[in-house]
């Protein structure tokens, strides 16, 4: 079912991140490469997103047309806000506001939206900032690899619930999302611990968030549990009161799947 | 604190897609291009009442899903078809005859994501942005502007405007009329290029024509759901 372009769209998705990653630690010194995941994810993401899109999403004119461009934008926040000298207060600003423009965007002006565009529109940006806020802790404490590996494994079955209850396209377009991270945790597997990936927060919310509330809204019913697929990573929370260390490796990622499973039984049964 | 705040917001996103139905509204059913058979199918009393307005009196036949069927199957490309049936649950509209009580014209609005198939995610799939992207365009429209006689007897050969999926063309096909118990009946069959309407994903997987089926004197009946 997927076509020769969307492969190619993936593979593209995948492959610059990787490019990107590896270029980054080539050449970029110690102390800048906080920014090459961030450049890695969304310009790889932004330019399968173009591949299969471009003569649709350029300029814009759908809600779904922005997740491209707001991850770029959200790698130019993250950029500022995830460096550790950055207030808390700053921060969390910084990234409010970005919530708050890309649940803008990304809510649709259909006459029929239930709830009113407004509501959707907080409901939205609040939904995006929980999931970076809780996130975001979790990749400066949690190992990166592990952390990685969630997002990565989240974004997927996020994708695939959305290509069976909602849309191909919309699948395809939050497949790209986890081709981008899978791309750079490729290349940046053995160095991942040794750089801080916190704004990754950011443009992983963005992305799962997103594409989760359009996959929500758009079929009639709506289908409410692919809300719940971008929460996974957020199984290993618990770790984050002390505990994980002790913790085995196989019970996160079993919580982690636990809640990928309660989301697409969601999805599937509605 | 952190952890309360997503735990409440994810409560308000959960409640938001499970709460009221987001079919209601729409600008199929606010519009003025409502089709009248959208309450009357949600009720059988009325629904009683329309069939029986549905009968030809002054020269006009008031059409919807009582005694009308307007159906589709697409296929898939590849050795297997697969076909797939659908067609649409809620339109209406008028259809003028002339002196000798055959059809003149016809008009006919449809809730275009009023769409049914025997498979749900089906469904979902052809109301998305992959075909008919109902939410942005939830009503079609087709309004005859010719009908000839054909080559034999009881055909004729209908010319009309057909909306659909927000693009407005022109579009021909054959059809069989006759009078039967004093009403006019129609029976047309013709491929619909989905392409030419600005459908076009999945051309590789799904094949760009789409046999259509429009019989009035018919009532429209949803085929049961079946396993994919």
């Known amino acids: 079912m997927i076509s020769p372009t969307e492969i190619l769209a993936l593979a593209i998705a995948f492959?610059?991140?990787?490019?990107?990653?590896?270029?980054?630690?080539?050449?970029?010194?110690?102390?800048?490469?906080?920014?090459?995941?961030?450049?890695?994810?969304?310009?790889?993401?932004?330019?399968?997103?173009?591949?299969?899109?471009?003569?649709?999403?350029?300029p814009p004119t759908r809600h779904f047309h922005w997740p491209p461009y707001l991850v770029l934008g959200a790698a130019v926040v993250a950029r500022f806000a995830a460096v550790p000298r950055c207030p808390t207060a700053?921060?969390?600003?910084?990234?409010?506001?970005?919530?708050?423009?890309?649940?803008?965007?990304?809510?649709?002006?259909?006459?029929?939206?239930?709830?009113?565009?407004?509501?959707?529109?907080?409901l939205l940006a609040g939904y995006i900032l929980a999931v970076t806020l809780a996130i975001e802790p979790l990749?400066?404490?949690?190992?990166?690899?592990?952390?990685?590996?969630?997002m990565i494994v989240s974004l997927g079955a996020l994708a695939m619930l959305i290509t069976y209850r909602v849309s191909?396209?919309?699948?395809?377009?939050?497949?790209?999302?986890?081709?981008?991270?899978?791309?750079?945790a490729a290349v940046a597997w053995r160095k991942a611990d040794q750089v801080p990936l916190a704004g990754l927060a950011l443009l992983y919310a963005v992305l799962a968030c997103g594409w989760a509330f359009i996959g929500c809204i758009e079929p009639r019913p709506a289908a409410p549990g692919l809300l719940i697929a971008p929460f996974a990573p957020l199984a290993f929370a618990g770790a984050v009161a002390g505990s994980y260390r002790e913790r085995r490796f196989a019970l996160q990622i079993g919580a982690a799947f636990a809640i990928l499973a309660a989301s697409a039984a969601w999805v599937i049964v509605t | 604190m952190r952890a309360k705040l997503g735990l409440w917001i994810a409560c308000g996103l959960v409640c938001l897609g499970c709460g009221k139905p987001v079919i209601e509204g729409g600008r199929a059913t606010s519009s003025s291009a409502e089709p009248a058979s959208t309450s009357a199918a949600a009720d059988g009393e009325e629904t009683t009442a329309a069939t029986t307005s549905a009968s030809a009196t002054e020269g006009e036949l008031a059409i919807g899903p009582e005694n009308t069927k307007i159906g589709f199957v697409g296929t898939h490309v590849g050795a297997e078809p697969k076909p797939r049936t659908g067609g649409f649950e809620k339109f209406s509209g008028v259809v003028k005859l002339d002196a000798d009580g055959k059809i003149a014209s016809v008009?006919?609005?449809?809730?275009?994501?009023?769409?049914?198939?025997?498979?749900p995610p089906l469904t979902a799939h052809l109301n998305a942005p992959d075909f008919?992207?109902?939410?942005?365009?939830?009503?079609?429209?087709?309004?005859?502007?010719?009908?000839?006689?054909?080559?034999?007897?009881?055909?004729?050969?209908?010319?009309?405007?057909?909306?659909?999926?927000?693009?407005?063309?022109?579009?021909?096909?054959?059809?069989?009329?006759?009078?039967a118990?004093?009403?006019p009946t129609l029976h047309a069959e013709f491929p619909l290029k989905r392409a030419e309407f600005g459908m076009d994903k999945k051309l590789d997987g799904v094949h760009d024509e789409v046999a259509m089926t429009i019989v009035i004197g018919e009532k429209t009946e949803k085929l049961p759901e079946t396993a994919p």
């Open chain 1, 15 to 58: 492959a610059l991140s990787g490019a990107i990653a590896w270029a980054g630690w080539r050449w970029l010194p110690e102390c800048r490469r906080g920014v090459v995941s961030l450049l890695a994810v969304a310009v790889a993401y932004a330019a399968g997103y173009f591949l299969l899109a471009y003569d649709d999403a350029i």
């Open chain 1, 90 to 122: 700053l921060r969390w600003a910084l990234y409010a506001a970005a919530a708050l423009a890309c649940a803008y965007f990304l809510t649709p002006t259909w006459p029929a939206l239930w709830p009113p565009r407004p509501i959707c529109i907080a």
């Open chain 1, 139 to 150: 990749l400066r404490r949690i190992d990166p690899k592990t952390m990685l590996a969630a």
């Open chain 1, 168 to 184: 191909l396209v919309y699948g395809i377009f939050a497949l790209l999302a986890a081709a981008a991270f899978a791309g750079y």
């Open chain 2, 107 to 119: 008009v006919v609005d449809i809730a275009a994501d009023s769409l049914w198939t025997q498979h």
């Open chain 2, 132 to 179: 008919l992207d109902t939410r942005e365009y939830p009503t079609a429209k087709f309004e005859s502007t010719k009908f000839e006689d054909g080559a034999a007897d009881g055909e004729v050969t209908v010319t009309g405007d057909l909306t659909l999926h927000g693009v407005t063309k022109e579009i021909t096909f054959p059809a069989k009329v006759a009078i």
């Open chain 2, 181 to 183: 118990h004093d009403k």
